[in-house]
């Protein structure tokens, strides 16, 4: 009985498990799947259940469905497993215009690219999607057969169409279906016949039936139904569009029409937008808060014109502006609406699949080419289940921790969230965060958190909280000297503040080895820092190193005297790794070699997690920020005014102080000589150089900014005059790529160069492990630099770059010097030797000069001697060498590329100087027997002179304008380039002038290029529109109509003052606007009494120059006169007059003063000798207001006295012949005593008579 009950139970259980499995195989054999879609909450509707195409098919397809990227979808089973993106979220189509598309959903596989063919979307995920399409429709005409393209966007009716056809007048056209069959709707096969040639536009619906109505075109293109609406086909005239972009963008385009010599670009119609615009190609934008600038023009079939349209978005009717605030893909959206017109620039999408923040960190996920360029730093992860405090079961979330340090905090950081589809932001505006820290940042598409953000984020708090140290006297900086050096992680996570001025005159120890701590001055000053080493004494400065995680900011050093003669690593600061900022220092810094304010900046390898990220390549650098260096500064190697050895970046740095501005010691191997660096393989940014660098043919790679380079700089000036033997440029000295194979015998003559070369490869300090090897660090560019200090040298000499032999760019810089080689070769306005890379949209002014016995050879305008690319470049110079002299470049190697340059230039000569030419003196790429250039030098123009375009030959039209002559008055470009310019000189980089005096500008100097591979933590449009506003006005001033005048003065040690020969160059000038040039001083005259006089060995002359309109003036010499008289000869003058001078005597009241005239101006004498033909009167000189009477001579008919200053007045008395007094007084008594015996007698006789 027991043995029966226990398989009853057995067979009850058999069977019970046999139903539920065939039950469940029969319900996974029965699996339905459905897409849900959001806008119906992901509800499982039955009009959209999927199906299989065919019974044997692995795949369900769902057609027809009307979808934008607003409507997200997903897949369910009827059991309830649902079907994700790859990333777990539902999908999205990326159109924003709601369109048609068909569904497929795999169980098995994913849409791979082994699983996609050329209409489904590759996605990864078991769903994917194409665009539905009906079966199509023809077109026909005469014989020909024209397919007609479904159009998806039309989700309210079936629409084919042909954008656009070339018919002819009478050309008729009818329709067929997919199968060849003619389309007879009505009694009569509906036909269209052309009225008029040109192109048009086809649309074609086969109706549709609602309600028992069809619906078809009325003759105006409008779908309805009723008796107008009768149409299946509407024809009408297509417009031809076209836009102008008027900056250079990477663009989907491969053709483009020249457009007033501007690439246009055609705008295609478009059916995806229900008022029937059309739209462009995509185009990169590569930069933020960009102005789209564009024309759009409209081609006429009948004139075959270009008309341009006012597309109203712009008071401008030329130039039309959009605003874009985004970096990243664009197309531009046309409308037209009967006369009116609307234009807008529509993001593209594209699509990365995962959420990253796109920021100035990062250049917002895009490399230069508008390529993704995504970095895990920056990528969001999904908030798990595993994380309690994060989670949320009702929606998705995303989590990054992004940390920003000081530097980028105050420089701000700005980003918003993408995935490439949609972008989320605060508002319109980008998310920005201005406080050093790390930031925990949650992000989810589909939920809000506050104030409609789909992000919230907060600051971490410090579990490093730094510890203030305060050093408020002399006894506080002792310790804290002390401390970091019986520790070195004393400093560690610690701020040292200074608080009040302080003098170290008096302490001994001045050395820290390590601090990794922040020493804050407090914009205070420490005053006397004095550390002297003797020669075997490496790091002789007062923080020896300072680690990544140090910083020294806001201090001055007031008269520090840092000397070791013998000693590396010299300076403030001997190795730099973290950052110094707002530091100035003044008194004098000496060491043998790496010698500066800052002695060495390295860069090192950063964690994952750490800032300040190079996003190519993890790298960290030091930074030197707003350091001004006001001390002279002198070593023998690896020297500069802000740091010797350059492996991170100096930021916004002037450097005032000379640099080897005297005889090094021993100047053997002097080399890497600089105004901000010695050696840099960093960069340099907005800094600049005011100081004196080197000593005249002492040093081999001096430059105004760095001596040697393989790095790069952007926006930066030099200002002081740059003296060296070789390589020495206005910006680099030597700009290359150094290897231990290189031969740089050439240039350090018999010393031995691989003790040179292995201290170059062995820079890297062995003080941090983490150094990154110079070759990662390269970014080969020199961008907006400019130079205005005279660069002296005796070989590779340049105004930006004295050699050049690496793979680089020399883009927008101007140079605005002299630039002279007193005995050697290869001198140019730009770069004075150049054996690789670009230099483009560069300037050239100033005096070029080359001398010496069998040298003085290629000397150029832009290069002295080119093998790479001189284009859009313009020169103004005078040139003055021997041989291969060039406006644009002395020599031209058989593959130089010289395309596109403008030169306006004058040439000093010797007799017997070959190959000399406006734009190339010779080009070693010319086809002799076709008389062209192989494509390689084309479209440059010279303005006339005897020396024609290369090698004293024009080279016209029929070399494709190699070398082309143009007057100044036809290359004056008065707002649009001039007509006279070949049809093909882009006008991409050359625009018209400002006025009419104007010649053609160079556009990069009016709007800033864009250039992506850029210090993200800095404002590259900041930085560059602030150095554009220094640029452009140099442009300006100087690109306009002029004439070069040369004076030429004598020396008699070169011969007779009747040889021309013996005359040299006293000075050159190029003036504007037909003005007559400044006379300038004589070197060899003495200035006296307002003249120059030469005492020669035969006679002394006058000296003046004769201004005539000859370009070359020379000076006139002439015998001095040693007197001179006025007309009537009443008075004559000796003394040391010009020829020419004429004298005039002026009445001042009772005075007399004597003017003296020479061309029309009045001059004056000293110490002059003065006869006056009259010798009766005494003479008087006027001193102030008193009238001192002067000694005379008498020399037969004249009265001679002397003059101290021909300005002086005088006067004469007329000498006295009167009776002395004595003998009045003796006639007066006289007369008296006869009066009074006459009256005595009357007086007598009357009394007599009365007594009679």
């Not at 506050?450 to 408020?472: F, G, M, P, Q, T």
């Not at 070789?726 to 290189?742: A, L, M, P, R």
């Not at 210090?1015 to 554009?1028: A, E």
């Not at 004429?1142 to 001059?1163: A, C, M, P, Q, S």
Request: glycine fraction near 8%; proline fraction near 1%.
């Amino acid at each position: 009985m027991k043995i029966k009950r226990l398989l009853s139970i057995c067979f009850i259980a058999i069977f019970s498990c046999l139903t539920l499995f065939l039950t469940t195989k029969s319900e996974a054999l029965d699996e339905d799947y459905y897409v849900t879609f959001s806008a119906d909450n992901y509800q499982k509707k039955s009009a959209n259940k999927m199906t299989k195409p065919s019974e044997d098919a692995d795949y369900y397809v769902l057609l027809n469905v009307n979808l934008d990227a607003t409507n997200k979808f997903r897949v369910e089973s009827n059991s309830g497993v649902i079907y994700y993106n790859k990333s777990g979220n539902a999908m999205s189509v990326s159109v924003t215009t709601a369109s048609k598309y068909n569904i497929y959903f795999a169980k098995d596989y994913v849409y791979d690219e082994e699983h996609v063919n050329d209409t489904l979307t590759k996605t990864d995920a078991h769903i994917s999607y194409e665009y539905y399409l009906k079966p199509s429709f023809k077109a026909v005409v005469g014989e020909n057969e024209y397919e007609l393209k479904f159009n998806q966007f039309n989700s309210s009716y079936d629409e084919y169409y042909i954008d656009e056809i070339k018919l002819n007048e009478n050309d008729v056209i009818s329709f067929k279906d997919n199968e060849g069959n003619n389309l007879n709707y009505s009694l009569d096969l509906e036909t269209y016949t052309v009225p008029a040639s040109g192109t048009y536009r086809i649309l074609y619906t086969p109706g549709k039936i609602t309600d028992s109505n069809l619906y078809l075109y009325d003759e105006n293109g409008n779908f309805g139904t009723g008796d107008d609406y009768k149409y299946y086909s509407y024809i009408n005239e297509a417009s031809l569009y076209y836009v102008v972009f008027k900056e250079k963008y990477i663009s989907k385009y491969t053709e483009s029409v020249k457009i007033n010599n501007e690439d246009a670009y055609k705008l295609n119609y478009n059916h995806d937008d229900a008022s029937g615009g059309y739209k462009s190609l995509d185009f990169y934008v590569g930069a933020e808060d960009a102005n789209l600038n564009y024309l759009i023009y409209r081609f006429d079939e009948i004139t075959n014109d270009y008309i341009l349209i006012n597309d109203d978005n712009d008071d401008d009717t030329v130039i039309s502006k959009i605003d874009l605030d985004d970096r990243g893909w664009y197309e531009i959206s046309f409308i037209a609406l009967n006369d009116k017109y609307q234009t807008k620039a529509i993001k593209q999408e594209r699509a990365i699949n995962d959420y990253y923040i796109a920021s100035n960190l990062n250049d917002y996920l895009f490399d230069e080419y508008g390529n993704h360029d995504l970095n895990e730093l920056y990528k969001f992860t999904e908030i798990k289940e595993d994380n309690d405090d994060l989670y949320n079961k009702d929606y998705a979330q995303y989590l990054l921790y992004l940390t920003i340090d000081e530097y980028q905090a105050k420089n701000k950081v700005e980003f918003y969230i993408t995935d490439g589809v949609k972008d989320y932001k605060d508002g319109s505006n980008y998310i920005s965060l201005n406080q050093a820290g790390t930031y925990e940042i949650i992000f989810s598409p589909d939920h809000v958190y506050s104030r409609l953000r789909n992000y919230k984020y907060s600051l971490l708090a410090d579990e490093n909280v730094k510890e203030e140290v305060v050093i408020s006297n002399v006894s506080d900086f002792v310790n804290f000297v002390n401390n970091c050096n019986s520790d070195r992680e004393y400093s560690l996570n610690k701020v040292f503040n200074l608080v009040k001025d302080i003098d170290i005159s008096k302490i001994a120890s001045k050395h820290i080895t390590s601090f990794s701590g922040e020493f804050n001055g407090n914009y205070h000053t420490i005053s006397n820092l004095a550390i002297s080493y003797d020669d075997s004494t490496d790091d002789a400065s007062l923080f020896g190193l300072v680690t990544k995680t140090g910083v020294i900011k806001n201090v001055e050093f007031e008269n520090a005297k840092i000397t070791a003669e013998g000693g590396s690593y010299v300076g403030i600061v001997g190795h730099l790794f973290g950052n110094v900022e707002n530091v100035t220092v003044s008194g004098s810094i000496s060491g043998k070699s790496y010698v500066g304010v800052i002695a060495y900046m390295g860069n090192y390898k950063l964690d994952k997690d750490d800032s300040s990220v190079d996003s190519t390549k993890n790298i960290g650098y030091s930074r030197a920020i707003n350091v001004t260096n006001n001390a002279n500064v002198l070593g023998k190697s690896y020297v500069g005014g802000i740091v010797g050895f350059n492996g991170g970046k100096v930021i916004n740095s002037t450097n005032r102080g000379e640099i080897n501005n005297k005889q090094y010691p021993t100047n053997e191997n002097v080399r890497c000589i600089g105004g901000v660096a010695g050696y840099s393989i960093g960069e340099i940014i907005s800094s600049e150089n005011r100081g004196r660098v080197g000593y005249s043919s002492v040093g081999v790679f001096v430059g105004g900014l760095a001596g040697l380079s393989n790095g790069a700089f952007y926006f930066s000036n030099n200002y002081a005059d740059i003296y060296g033997r070789t390589n020495v440029g206005g910006i680099v000295g030597y700009y290359t790529t150094v290897s231990s194979d290189s031969n740089y015998n050439e240039y350090f003559g018999s010393s031995d160069y691989q003790e040179i070369i292995d201290s170059i490869l062995n820079s890297s300090s062995d003080k941090n492990d983490d150094v990154v090897s110079s070759t990662n660090l390269n970014k080969n560019i020199i961008l907006y630099c400019y130079n205005n200090g005279t660069i002296f040298g005796n070989g590779s000499v340049g105004g930006i770059c004295g050699l050049v032999d690496i793979s680089s760019t020399i883009r927008a810089c101007i140079n605005k010097a002299n630039v002279s080689v007193e005995s050697g070769s290869y001198v140019g306005g730009i770069v004075g030797q150049m054996k690789n890379g670009t230099i483009t949209e560069s300037i050239s002014y100033g005096n070029i000069f080359a001398s010496g016995l069998n040298s003085a050879q290629y000397v150029g305008g832009i290069a002295g001697y080119i093998d790479g690319t001189i284009s859009y470049s313009m020169s103004y110079t005078v040139i003055k060498g021997l041989n291969y002299l060039g406006g644009i470049s002395g020599y031209a190697t058989k593959t130089s590329k010289i395309i596109s340059n403008l030169s306006d230039c004058y040439f000093v000569v010797e007799t017997g100087s070959t190959y000399i030419g406006n734009i190339l003196g010779y080009a070693d790429s010319l086809d002799m027997s076709s008389g062209t250039f192989n494509e390689n030098i084309k479209y440059n123009y010279y303005i006339d002179n005897e020396f024609k375009g290369i090698n004293k030959i024009n080279y016209g039209s029929e070399s494709d304008y190699a070398a082309s002559l143009i007057t100044s008055d036809s290359l004056i470009s008065y707002n649009t380039l001039s007509k006279f310019l070949d049809n093909r000189f882009s006008g991409d980089n050359y625009i018209g002038g400002l006025d009419k005096t104007s010649y053609p500008y160079l556009k990069s100097y009016e709007e800033l290029i864009a250039y992506d591979d850029f210090d993200v933590t800095l404002d590259y449009n900041i930085l560059g529109k602030k150095q554009l506003e220094i640029l452009f006005a140099i442009e300006k001033e100087c690109a306009r109509v002029s004439k070069v005048y040369i004076f030429m003065e004598w020396n008699e040690d070169n011969g007779d003052v009747d040889d021309y020969d013996s005359f040299e160059i006293n000075s050159i000038c190029r003036v504007y606007d037909a003005k007559v040039p400044l006379t300038p001083g004589f070197k060899h005259s003495s200035l006296v009494n307002g003249g120059y006089y030469y005492q020669g060995k035969k006679a002394k002359y006058f000296v003046n120059w004769d201004i005539t309109d000859n370009n070359v003036i020379y000076a006139k010499y002439e015998v001095v006169k040693t007197s001179i008289a006025t007309s009537d000869e009443t008075i004559f003058v000796e003394g040391e007059f010009a020829p020419e001078t004429r004298l005039e005597v002026h009445r001042n009241g009772d005075n007399y003063v004597l003017v003296f005239i020479v061309d029309g101006k009045e001059v004056t004498y000293d110490n002059i000798i003065v006869k006056i033909k009259n010798t009766d009167s005494k003479v008087y000189v006027c001193d102030d207001e008193a009238k001192n009477e002067v000694e005379t001579t008498i020399y037969g008919e004249y009265n001679t006295f002397t003059l101290k200053n021909s300005s002086q007045q005088f006067g004469l008395i007329a000498n006295d012949h009167s009776m002395p007094s004595y003998l009045w007084a003796i006639i007066g008594a006289g007369s008296v005593l006869v009066i009074c015996g006459i009256v005595c007698l009357i007086t007598y006789t009357v009394r007599k008579k009365k007594q009679q």
